[in-house]
């Protein structure tokens, strides 16, 4: 059999069997036309056997490895092969799955930029500062949902007009990661956000039912998007803050859900997680901790020194809820503006 007939199957098998993120499949599809492109350079048989054997994705492996690649992107890019190598097991087109027959890199530290609550509100008041007025509103509804929800890319400009509910001040995922459906519930300053954007999308006179519409028939898509996101980090002069990007944005999310007393479990599923060990992975402590231990580490010490609020890993009880100031002006940051007029538009 031959190597693309087995790929076209997998990959099939991915859209419509395993249901993967589209994300995900296209991250995979990616790196195995790498490794196509890869056989091809070495003059590599077209059968599977030839591609798809141990000795040959070790030689892979070695040539990733010089490449300089990190242990964590290596193990990305293996991926692929080895979820490869177990749909040919399982469906009996090998007796043994090579890519399992060398080990791969441990991983190394992850790096997780992150972006501060004042940088937040950096960010949102950008978008006021934005000249046509459609537009701005379009960056401060987009910009609260990202920041107040915490909700994936993806699913943020999937958003239709009909997934808003403005009476109950919700948001619905109906397709979050592995198709899982998950509702969003908007704070004060998101629903005024939001609210607005609403009564200046009614002006144009959308024609479809997208919620970020770019004109009357023209939906935000992932470049759109993205390149409104970049015009309001360059206003907000933060274009070379390595926080500034939606899944930084995400993180933070996470963090000060914790930080102002939210239960782990409740953080896992605003973020649409299927386990408390990925929730943990978002959540980023301050330096405040480590700098106590120079209080502790004193032979002098009388009385212990005030007990700082640490996050909890999984199973372990969540500590009371702490508000500090920086957190309140988060908060208030959208109090200010004034709600639309009843009647002037709005989802529901």
Sequence with gaps: MLFQDVYDDFVRYLEHER?????????????????IKWCDGE??????????????????????????????????????????????????LVTEDSSRAFRLPKYDAAERPQI????????????????????????????????????????????????????????????????????????????????EWI?????????????????TRRRMGEYGTRQLIQDIVFIAGLQDHPGAKPHSIRHAFATRLLRNGADLTAISASLGHQGLGTTWTYLHSTSEPTKSMQQFASL???????????????????????VDAESGRLRDHMMRRRLPAAGSGGAK
């Design 199 to 215: 009564v200046e999308r009614s002006k144009i006179g959308a024609k479809t039912d997208w919620l970020w519409q770019y004109d």
């Design 19 to 35: 249901g993967v993120a589209r994300a995900t499949r296209e991250c995979y599809i990616s790196w195995l036309h790498h490794f």
């Design 300 to 322: 002098q010490l009388q009385e212990p020194p005030p007990q700082l609020s640490t996050p909890k890993p999984p199973g372990q009880a969540a500590k009371t809820p702490r």
């Design 116 to 195: 501060a609550d004042a940088d937040l509100l950096t960010l949102l008041a950008a978008c006021e500062r934005i000249a046509d007025r459609r537009r701005s509103a379009l960056a401060r509804a987009m910009m609260s949902v990202l920041i107040y929800t915490g909700v994936r890319f993806a699913e943020f400009i999937a958003f239709k007009f009909t997934d808003l509910d403005l009476k109950a001040r919700t948001l619905v995922v109906r397709h979050g990661k592995g198709e899982k459906a998950r509702t969003l519930h908007l704070c004060d300053e998101c629903y005024i956000a939001v609210s």
């Design 43 to 92: 003059k590599i048989g077209d059968t599977f056997s030839e591609r798809f054997n141990a000795p040959l994705l070790r030689r892979y492996l070695y040539y990733q490895n010089e490449r300089g690649l990190r242990p964590r992107t290596v193990r990305g890019v293996f991926a692929p092969l080895r979820a490869l190598g177990v749909f040919a097991l399982d469906h009996k």
